[in-house]
């Protein structure tokens, strides 16, 4: 069964520190791997992953997916009380459906 | 700017009540898809559409069924409302995932529904 499991579930920092979230997966089949940002309504697209070992960025944030070891992992430095959100991971395997993880709900303490 | 417009924020209907949740996109997008959120249980796929009068359940079919007549809009039916079926429903779109690079799926702003 394809299954997408995110760790923490939740993680409270204070601004400025750096954070990792997790995103592991179960794969029968594996075609990209998606980030998202949900901070109210809907969720904003971070990074879209498909290639081992090569490295996402946008500002503060960046992602890498291991596809040998079937994770990716997303990094936020010096956080702001802005990156409050729920981050949530979403795998195709290649059935035309984004499979989604329960999310990690960030809070950062000013 | 890509948009995915949900006909309603917040729903309130009673149990047993018939509800329909519209959806729609105006990017040309050939899949559509609708997903609710639960806390603790995170975004699970009710539905999707791959084309026009296309439609392949998802991982909670059950209670819910769908309608696409025209490929910008996608509506998600609620036949007899319950309970458990309180929940947020969020809407999204995409080109077929594997056809382009860098594809993602572009979500609405998600219907709160509150089944009483």
């Known amino acids: 069964e394809d299954k997408v499991v995110q760790s923490p579930l939740s993680l409270v920092v204070h601004e400025g520190d750096t954070v990792t979230l997790n995103c592991s997966y179960e794969?029968?089949?594996?075609?990209?791997l998606l980030w998202y940002k949900q901070e109210k309504k809907a969720p904003t697209f971070l990074f879209m992953l498909?290639?081992?070992?090569i490295e996402k960025k946008s500002g503060r944030l960046s992602s890498i997916l291991d596809k040998k070891e079937l994770f990716s992992i997303l990094n936020i430095t010096a956080t702001q009380t802005g990156d409050s959100a729920i981050y949530l991971c979403?795998?195709?395997?290649?059935?035309?459906?984004?499979?989604f993880g329960t999310g990690t709900r960030l809070t950062i303490i000013p | 700017d890509v948009k995915v417009t949900q006909s309603s924020r917040y729903l309130v209907k009673r149990t047993g009540e018939k509800v329909f949740l519209e959806c729609v996109q105006d990017?040309?997008?050939?899949?559509m898809f609708w997903y609710r959120q639960d806390p603790g249980l995170g975004l699970r796929l009710i539905y999707f559409?791959?084309?026009?009068?296309?439609?392949e359940k998802g991982d909670i079919p059950e209670g819910y069924s769908v309608s696409r007549e025209k490929k910008e809009r996608f509506s998600l039916i609620l036949e007899s409302a319950s309970t458990n079926q309180t929940s947020m429903y969020l809407c999204?779109?995409?080109?077929?995932?594997?056809?382009?690079?860098?594809?993602?799926?572009?979500f609405g702003q998600g219907t709160r529904l509150t089944v009483v």
């Open positions: 794969v029968t089949n594996f075609r990209s």
């Open positions: 999204a779109s995409s080109f077929p995932l594997g056809l382009k690079a860098n594809t993602e799926a572009f």
């Open positions: 559409s791959y084309d026009v009068k296309m439609k």
């Open positions: 498909t290639s081992s070992g």
């Open positions: 979403a795998v195709d395997f290649g059935n035309e459906k984004l499979t």
């Open positions: 990017m040309d997008h050939e899949n």
